[in-house]
């Protein structure tokens, strides 16, 4: 089972987090909304974020009782939504928690807890939520903003500093207050104008304080709770964690949405993606994320249907180190030299060989599925004679060896990936060939995740790497290329440093418009392709097949942006047609 | 004589252990700097996140000091905690390790009941059919991959049964997600893995047993036996197969530390949720915590059963004794 | 791993004392004689011989018969049914998967040989050592012994590979230091139950030095032994190598081992189950052979029969 080693981190291109960034501004046009708001205030609010589909009423009648069980090659780590960060524990955790705001499969965030979409102050610095009234824990205490304050106090307030939350400084650099005025009301405060704020960090789900506020901040990183939720307020509640096995959660009959058809659900650990296929066959599971090469064995299956694919913000991308001190650095300092590279890929080959068809080639550094796209220029086919002649114009022409050559320096250098995941395996090897075919000698090396991880972020010790990226629903890319994030332990380990596309992230973040936003990202995605510091190979689809004795689940619910979160919304109308 | 022997041997140990938890430690460590264990490479995270989580987990202090801590704790019974889920990893630990020993026991047990007959026949029969047959089937058993056998046994009993529409095993987990549990379930889930863990075992037992039964066949007392006109029956059964079979016991009690970590591959292909398979994806994540009390747990199983095993070896050569 | 167990129950001690000398010329004259009776042993290791010389002239048969790199891929004939082009299919990549096995060889049996090697002759030296020098000396490495032993083998495996980047030797080296520590206990053995026999203690009193006794008497005498302990050794390690391709912790692709080019099958069997079928087999094939051939040179050295 060549893919067993847990990759707990991220699994064959996993989405991890389903924060939205269309928000309601959208369907208005940017100008025409703002100036609703300062003259339209919260009815109108109200009456946007309620014009999308609310799921409730839409629901088919289904018949109560049964139980579910879905797959994943992860088990959980955490139930806490305030520490855990991988996708196996978000999954589980949207299952029984909810946040002011959840996602819509295109994107849209829409009220979860919060009764409406929040009132946004004409300084777009002061965002103001109603909590739904009545509502209530599945142990039966009300949920209030008490709730919701303490749980974002876990994650900003001075006192909770020791609490492992991994989203603290994005919210220390940028938050000036929370406030709760009364029982139903929270109020934001940022510091400047932050567009990313609802994508980020308005789907968090909300903890209870009544379980969790006597615990001293230390204490919180160990509780009993996060391993075993004594109350949640999503469509289930937790009934036990087999470790390494499975967790099984059960009907919260005090969800706000009203009771779920089904009695019980269950999550799954299964060894890879072998075994889930086949468990899926043989009905051992009833729902499960489907490996690109196996999706087509599925076909024939009359017991399983498969969802339409659907693309995620999932993507594989390559970085060249740029760091003009190390030898690598020398080899790519020259654009021409990245483009060319890049060109003599054949990234057509890649997603229908190595995805078996199931990904689209990259015309730009964000996701088609985003509001921000656009097709980029320049656009990079797969032109391996261009490829050749740009380099050989750069200065590197092919040495008595077959390997190019400039001032004495050999276009040599490795690849680093992480072991255990096929598709990277398969695609550095491909990377390999396509530029041995050129002249240039590239080694690919697989090292284990930590490894990777530590040599990217910290050490910086590599020539190439190739890795997968979730990004959110938010368009701002900064923490990969923003010059900021090339200090010790950022992501920008490439070190690209290019200050005009930091201002246009900088002035993208900084504004509410919708349509200012679209064009400075307009720009963004012209200015990477010029300078592609780090090429993007695939967008990836998300593959899912459900067993034909669940009814509910289809691609109207489930899609891009929630697949791993945002769940109970949709969970509560999905029913069994055995009842077992 | 005996007593002394035993007691310079415990206290051999524990040099040993503290030298398998230095080294563990050291290796830990020497892997990779500024990881923290249990975070996932997201754009969340910022770097002064993960150095304030570092700082809070205790990992940003000295090595020798981190280890003098755990040390400290280890000796009070306190594994600490996992770094990546905040478990106590003695709770890790007795949770998974009953699954290993249900699937390591019964793969010992399928063994010595199959190489018992399996040799005694081989032996009684030397150069004949079964007993030829009995050469493949051993030296087979000791040249399968068992990843391999694992998978191709999963292909058959879970996924072609299942297709054929005849009754079929389960590919994972130590029982069904739903509505499993009870021992028919559980034994369903047991037989693939513990079939594939005990083919290793029974290949070097039957072998051995066939020999030390051929052996003690050959011994004056069971010829006179023989010669005194006992049945054929009583003079195998009664006389030489126990003599045969008492060495077999020492062979299986050397496979006490396989007891925990020698299932791990076969806990691996079949996702079974034994001590083996912790390791392993814990070591891969780095749960440094998770790792040293797991291997200095196994540590101690193996240093006892080398004790064991010792004093089995010592009281059948006094001459080995240390003098 | 050397077979320790099997070594250490059929050299039951009262079995050794019979012997009082170092094993003389028509010992070995005789091993190899019946060692050259046992007709499947002879084929079998007439096998291993077979691949070992097809792994050396691996770069000649990918030349010369196969007409294929192992490394050439070719992206639109991935996963080809055996045929005449491709005469045992093609894998994920488009890559010859009878070349990749030849190449395969050289890593699979390279590991094998290399690792034996190094095993056999830490371990033995170790073990002449202390059992030689007893004491302190004995004490301080067959404690380094313990600890060797008693780590779960696999932690070690992770630990150094993520370490040491994985290649045909350092993997040797790796699986070596995990397996020395039998070999060093099992000629400790041997050697302090033969140390105090009547000629040691003979030539020992006219003077003949530490190097030359440990050399000269200790080390032939424990040579059956060996023997009987690394016979079933190469099979074993073939078998380790592959378990830790599939575990991710062996030989890295684009380099082929028998053992990752089955991991790798594994994952893709419903679109080429060839792909599972001949690298399993041929590790198969040649452990069992290894192992046969390992079980005749046990039976034809076996000390007992002197």
Redesign the interface.
């Known amino acids: 089972?060549?893919?067993?080693?847990?990759d707990?981190?991220?699994n064959f291109e996993r989405f991890?987090?389903e924060w939205s960034r269309r928000d309601f501004l959208r369907r208005m046009g940017g100008v025409v909304a703002f100036g609703a708001f300062t003259a339209g205030g919260v009815e109108f609010l109200e009456a946007c974020g309620n014009g999308g589909s609310s799921s409730t009423q839409n629901a088919p009648q289904g018949k109560k009782g049964g139980?579910l069980?879905e797959a994943n090659i992860s088990d959980?780590?955490?139930l806490n939504s305030v520490l855990s960060?991988?996708?196996a524990s978000s999954q589980v955790i949207s299952m029984l928690f909810e946040g002011l705001l959840v996602s819509k499969p295109n994107g849209d965030l829409v009220p979860g807890l919060a009764s409406a979409m929040p009132q946004v102050s004409s300084d777009g610095l002061t965002y103001t939520f109603k909590l739904r009234p009545n509502l209530k824990w599945s142990d039966g205490q009300p949920l209030t903003s008490d709730d919701v304050l303490f749980t974002f106090n876990l994650m900003f307030s001075p006192d909770y500093?020791?609490v492992?939350?991994?989203?603290?400084?994005?919210l220390e650099l940028n938050l000036q207050s929370i406030t709760a005025p009364d029982a139903q009301t929270i109020v934001f405060k940022t510091k400047t104008v932050w567009a990313p704020f609802l994508a980020?960090h308005a789907q968090r789900e909300i903890m209870p304080k009544h379980v969790l506020g006597s615990l001293a901040a230390?204490a919180i990183?160990?509780?009993d709770f996060?391993?075993a939720p004594s109350a949640s307020s999503g469509a289930f509640k937790f009934v036990r964690w087999?470790?390494?096995?499975?967790v099984v959660l059960a009907r919260n009959e005090n969800y706000w949405r009203g009771q779920t058809y089904l009695d019980?659900y269950?999550i799954?650990?299964?060894?890879?993606?072998?075994?889930l296929t086949?468990?899926l066959?043989?009905g051992?599971?009833d729902f499960g994320f489907v490996?690109p090469?196996?999706w087509d064995?599925l076909a024939t299956v009359d017991t399983i249907d498969r969802l339409s694919p659907f693309g995620v913000p999932t993507f594989t991308f390559y970085a060249y180190n740029l760091d003009p001190a190390k030898p690598a650095g020398k080899l790519f300092a020259d654009k021409a030299v990245r483009q060319a590279l890049l060109l003599a890929l054949?990234r057509q080959?890649m997603a229908d060989?190595v995805y078996f068809k199931q990904a689209t080639v990259a015309d730009s550094v964000e996701p088609p599925i985003s509001w921000s796209h656009t097709s980029a220029k320049p656009s990079y086919g797969f032109d391996k004679s261009k490829a050749e002649s740009m380099l050989d114009a750069a200065g590197w022409a092919k040495g008595p060896d077959g390997i190019r050559a400039k001032g004495g320096v050999q276009m040599k250098f490795n690849m680093i990936t992480n072991?255990?995941n096929?598709q990277r395996?398969?695609l550095l090897?491909?990377m390999?060939?396509s530029w041995a075919d050129i002249g240039v000698s590239a080694t690919?090396?697989?090292?284990?995740?930590?490894?990777l991880?530590?040599q990217i972020?910290?050490?910086r010790t590599f020539d190439v790497f190739l890795?997968g990226?979730?990004?959110?629903q938010d368009p701002d890319e900064s923490?990969?290329f923003a010059s900021t994030s090339a200090?010790?332990?950022?992501?920008n380990g490439f070190l690209f440093k290019n200050p005009q596309v930091d201002q246009v992230l900088t002035q993208a973040a900084s504004t509410l418009d919708q349509g200012k936003r679209k064009q400075l990202y307009a720009q963004f995605q012209d200015l990477m392709n010029d300078q592609v510091p780090a090429p993007i190979l695939v967008f990836n689809k998300g593959l899912w097949a459900v067993s034909k004795r669940v009814q509910g689940i289809n691609n109207t619910v489930f899609g891009s942006y929630n697949q791993y979160g945002s769940r109970s919304q949709f969970f509560k109308d999905v029913w069994v047609t055995d009842q077992k | 004589m005996l007593a002394k022997y035993l007691l310079r041997r415990f206290a051999a140990a524990i040099p040993v252990i503290l030298g398998v938890t230095i080294l563990t430690f050291l290796v830990m460590h020497a892997t990779a700097g500024n990881y923290v264990p249990g975070l996932a490479y997201n754009p969340d995270l910022k770097p002064a996140d993960i150095a304030r989580i570092k700082a809070n987990l205790g990992l940003d202090r000295p090595i020798w000091l981190q280890y003098v801590t755990w040390l400290g704790g280890m000796l009070h019974g306190d594994f600490g905690r996992s770094l990546i889920d905040g478990s106590p990893v003695m709770s890790h630990i007795l949770e998974r390790l009953p699954n290993t020993l249900e699937l390591t026991i019964t793969a010992i047990l399928l063994g010595v009941l199959i190489s018992i007959p399996l040799g005694v026949t081989g032996a009684l029969r030397r150069g004949g059919k079964v007993d030829n047959f009995f050469t493949v089937v051993s030296t087979t058993g000791f040249a399968i991959p068992q990843f391999w056998l694992g998978l191709i046994l999963i292909l058959f009993f879970s996924v072609q049964l299942h297709a054929w529409g005849l009754p079929w095993l389960p590919s994972s987990g130590a029982y069904a997600a739903f509505g499993g549990g009870d021992p028919l379930d559980r034994l369903l889930h047991l037989i693939m893995p513990a079939v594939v863990l005990s083919f290793f075992y029974l290949s070097v037992w039957s072998r051995f047993v066939r020999s030390s039964m051929v052996e003690v066949l050959s011994q004056d007392y069971v010829r006179t036996a023989r010669a005194k006109g006992m049945a054929e029956r009583r003079v195998v059964y009664l006389h030489a197969l126990r003599n045969a079979v008492v060495p077999l016991v020492t062979l299986v009690g050397l496979e006490l530390p396989a007891l925990v970590s020698g299932g791990l591959v076969v806990e691996v292909v079949f996702g079974w949720p034994g001590i083996g398979r912790l390791l392993y994806e814990r070591a891969l994540q780095l749960d440094y915590t998770t790792v040293m009390g797991i291997t200095t747990f196994a540590a101690l199983l193996v240093v006892l059963g080398n004790l064991v095993a010792d004093v089995l070896y010592a009281l059948l050569d006094p001459r080995i004794r240390y003098s | 791993m050397i077979d320790e167990t099997l070594a250490k129950i059929e050299l039951a001690p009262e079995r050794v004392a019979e012997r009082s000398e170092r094993p003389g010329r028509s010992f070995w004259r005789e091993s190899l004689e019946r060692l050259s009776e046992n007709k499947m042993g002879m084929a079998a290791g007439g096998l291993i011989a077979l691949l070992a010389l097809i792994a050396i002239g691996a770069p000649l048969l990918s030349a010369l018969v196969t007409h294929y790199d192992p490394a050439r891929q070719d992206l639109q004939n991935n996963f080809a049914f055996p045929g005449r082009v491709h005469w045992l299919g093609t894998d994920e990549l488009g890559r010859d998967t009878l070349t990749r096995l030849i190449w395969g060889a050289r890593i699979s049996l390279g590991i094998g040989f290399l690792t034996v090697a190094i095993q056999l002759t830490f371990g033995a030296a170790i073990g002449l050592i202390a059992g030689y020098y007893g004491r302190l000396v004995d004490d301080v490495l067959m404690r380094v012994v313990d600890v060797v032993l008693a780590f779960p083998p696999i932690f070690l495996f992770i630990g150094l590979s993520i370490l040491f980047r994985p290649s045909t030797v350092t993997l040797s080296l790796i699986i070596a230091f995990v397996g020395w520590g039998s070999v060093a206990r099992l000629v400790r053995g041997e050697v302090l139950s033969i140390k105090n026999r009547d000629f040691m203690l003979a030539t020992r009193s006219i003077g003949a030095r530490d190097v030359r006794l440990i050399v000269g008497h200790l080390l032939p005498n424990s040579i059956p032994v060996m023997i009987v302990a690394a016979s079933l050794a190469l099979g074993q390690i073939i078998l380790i190598e592959a378990a830790l391709d599939f575990l991710g912790l062996g030989i890295q692709p684009p380099t082929a081992s028998w053992g990752n080019m089955l991991t790798n099958a594994q994952t893709y069997f419903v679109h080429s189950v060839w792909l599972v079928v001949f690298p399993g087999v041929t590790i198969f094939v040649t452990v069992l052979a290894a192992n046969l051939f390992g079980n005749a040179v046990r039976d034809a050295f076996d000390p007992r029969l002197r």
Request: hydrophobic share 25%; charged share 20%; glycine share 6%.
């Open positions: 089972m060549g893919s067993s080693a847990p707990g981190f991220d991890l987090k139980h069980v959980i780590s955490s960060s991988d996708t500093k020791d492992n939350s991994p989203r603290r400084s994005d980020l230390k990183n160990t509780a996060n391993s087999d470790k390494g096995q499975q019980q269950v799954k650990v299964v060894p890879d993606q072998v075994t086949n468990q066959k043989t051992e599971v490996d090469s196996l064995s054949d080959a060989r072991q255990g096929n395996q398969s090897q491909i390999q060939q690919p090396q697989l090292i284990q995740f930590p490894q991880v530590t972020t910290n050490q890795v990226f979730n990004f959110t923490q990969l200090n010790p332990g950022g992501f």
